[in-house]
């Protein structure tokens, strides 16, 4: 015990309150000190964690991109294969089309056909005239009929036939009235 007061002999309450605010103090800047690095060290740890996962991802780029590389080539056999289809709905759509334009020449021909005859006939149209209006249906049927690249028979001998029959006008009742009296 002599060695105790010999070594703590001189001290006084003020020194030893000084030591225990000394040491207070230094333990707060200890423990504050404490969370800084622990605080530091958890935002370095998530950092690491973040660059690892990003690494993660980086390392699956090539099988990525290679997956990226199927499917573009699927898509672009998908694509080739609907062109090819719609080439071949287009091709078969221009033949019903030509069919089509081909059933309507023939049938527009047939109608200026009976026209043709019906009115060159001396029988059944001694006057060899045709009204205004009858005239116009008949030019209407033969422009649809050019315009379907009709040709042949029809310009050689029906349409300078036609030309030749008088038209009379239709504000010509009386000679409207004869010419229909004068059909069969």
Not at 60 to 85: C, M
Not at 89 to 96: F, H, T, Y
Request: proline share 2%; net charge negative.
């Amino acid at each position: 015990m002599d060695a105790v007061i010999e070594a703590f002999g001189d001290l006084t309450v003020a020194g030893v309150a000084v030591c225990v605010a000394a040491i207070i103090y230094i333990r707060r800047l200890y423990s504050k000190w404490k969370k800084e690095v622990i605080a530091q060290h958890d935002a370095e740890k998530d950092r690491d964690e973040k660059i690892q996962t990003c690494l993660e991802q980086i390392s699956l780029y090539p099988a990525w991109r290679q997956q990226s590389i199927g499917i573009q080539k699927e898509f672009t056999d998908a694509i080739n294969g609907l062109k090819e289809v719609q080439k071949q709905n287009i091709d078969r759509l221009e033949e019903i089309e030509a069919a089509n334009q081909k059933r309507e020449r023939n049938k527009l021909r047939d109608r200026l056909l009976q026209s043709y005859r019906y009115f060159t006939s001396k029988d059944k149209n001694p006057m060899q005239a045709w009204s205004e209006m009858e005239a116009e249906a008949f030019w209407k049927i033969f422009k649809d009929y050019e315009d379907l690249d009709g040709d042949g028979h029809v310009h050689t001998e029906v349409q300078p036939a036609m030309r030749k029959l008088e038209v009379i006008p239709m504000h010509e009742v009386e000679k409207i009235s004869e010419l229909m009296h004068s059909r069969r």
